[in-house]
């Protein structure tokens, strides 16, 4: 399995640090000498890709070498050749009729940063040019290139860092290539190290049950599984943050001066805005799937992309869809983080499974209204849910047992947890008819 450990590391002087500092920028200093020969071939030839490969990038990487070290400059290179390929990738996909991977344009890589507006401190280095030792007193050991070592007086052939933390996976087979960066929200440099992780380490699972997730607006994931088991989690707030971010973004993008389009309180909204979203989301398919795994899931059904977009119509709730929910990313973790509990995660149509009536099986007289499904057969339940429901029973062959209370979470900034009483009964929840079905069973959750 491919999995990645992150972890925070601390230069061990104010030398070292600085040491750090500029190995970082002139990293970034050359992805973006070499990204700017590439952007400009391919703006002179009109978006040919062939003439994007003829930059001079061998004359960068010597102008380079002496600070960071040649196998770090030859690692800033491919790093940018692979961001170009798969800009290349998804614009093909993007014109492709057939292709529904890519729904937004894509555009050519970017820069990172530059000297005004304060560089983004990020590079890499590559697999063989850095060590990592776990223990008591885990390190951290980088190649740096002889002007930057003479510059600081430092005679190591390798910048040695101190490690914080465990790594979640400190017993692998074989690393990648080094990422390093300043986490400016943070003030602290991170690293993050891509590594193969022996197939032993996946988890059994339990039984053959399955589960199928409705992906929501409001309601982020309604989940259902074979077992009867329901959960709900909630992202209004989550999405309430993520607007007001969203909206002091572009009052601050009002006041810049004319020939400016970002400054620093901006480039920091960006990063917190998307750190809480994908921190969020990391939890929630975390906890999920434990869950999952403990009843004895061994396959998830999960809607396709193009169904979920094309359900959503509005403008706000494109915004939820798009912009905050993020929904191939999302599928992407979700798939990822199964594969540590041996889930299958497969993508199937759920059209129409939320306008379908579980009880009469109607879908032209149903009417979805602030999260509640009616029927004018006499059903009425949460939507999402029984959406869920609807979409399980579709794809699978086994007997889905009857629905137990689901089970609704909210988020607290760092964990989804169960609100009071996230179990009443229908009858407590005199104030929400949406949690009940009228034919007196209980429906699928609270809105």
């Not at 050519?108 to 005004?116: A, I, L, T, V, Y």
């Not at 497969?346 to 009469?360: D, F, I, K, L």
Request: proline share 4%; charged share 30%.
């Amino acid at each position: 399995m491919k999995r990645t450990n992150t972890f925070t590391v601390r230069p061990l002087s104010d030398n070292d640090e600085q040491v750090l500092r500029d190995l970082l920028d002139a990293s970034a200093a050359l992805w973006n000498e070499i990204n700017y020969q590439r952007l400009m071939r391919y703006n002179d030839e009109d978006g040919f890709e062939g003439d994007v490969w003829n930059a001079d990038t061998g004359k960068l990487e010597g102008k380079y070498k002496d600070v960071i070290g040649a196998s770090t400059a030859q690692t800033v290179r491919r790093a940018n050749s692979e961001a170009w390929r798969s800009f290349f990738e998804n614009r093909n996909a993007y014109h492709d009729e057939s292709n529904t991977s890519v729904t937004e344009h894509p555009e050519p890589p970017g820069f990172r940063g530059n000297e005004d507006d304060g560089r983004v401190l990020k590079g890499v280095v590559r697999k063989d040019a850095y060590t990592v030792e776990w223990g008591d007193r885990s390190r951290l050991e980088i190649v740096v290139g002889k002007e930057l070592r003479d510059r600081h007086n430092s005679p190591k052939t390798r910048l040695r860092l101190e490690v914080v933390g465990d790594p979640n996976w400190p017993d692998y087979e074989d690393q990648s290539r080094l990422e390093l960066w300043y986490d400016e929200t943070e003030r602290t440099f991170r690293a993050s190290q891509p590594v193969t992780v022996s197939d032993d380490a996946r988890a059994t699972p339990l039984a053959d049950e399955k589960a199928a997730l409705d992906i929501g607006a409001n309601n982020l994931v309604a989940c259902t599984t074979t077992t009867g088991e329901q959960y709900l989690y909630e992202g209004r707030d989550l999405f309430d943050r993520f607007r007001d971010t969203t909206r002091e973004i572009a009052r601050l993008q009002s006041k810049l001066e004319n020939g400016r389009y970002s400054s620093e309180r901006i480039r920091r909204l960006y990063r917190e805005r998307t750190r809480r979203r994908d921190h969020a989301q990391e939890a929630l398919c975390r906890d999920l799937l434990e869950r999952l795994y403990a009843e004895g899931v061994d396959t998830v059904y999960i809607g396709g992309l193009t169904d979920v977009l094309e359900t959503y119509w509005s403008v706000k709730t494109n915004a939820k869809s798009h912009n905050f929910w993020a929904f191939k990313k999302f599928t992407e973790r979700l798939a990822f983080t199964a594969e540590e509990y041996g889930i299958s995660v497969e993508v199937r149509s759920e059209a129409w499974t939320s306008q379908e009536c579980p009880q009469c099986g109607g879908t032209d007289r149903t009417n979805r209204h602030q999260g509640t499904l009616t029927c004018p057969c006499g059903f009425e339940g949460h939507a999402d849910l029984t959406a869920s429901e609807t979409f399980l029973k579709r794809h699978t062959e086994q007997a889905v047992r009857p629905m137990a209370r689901p089970v609704r979470f909210k988020w607290d900034d760092h964990t989804w947890s169960e609100p009071p009483c996230s179990h009443e009964s229908p009858n407590e929840q005199r104030t929400d008819p949406s949690t009940v079905h009228h034919n007196g069973n209980v429906a699928s959750g609270e809105s």
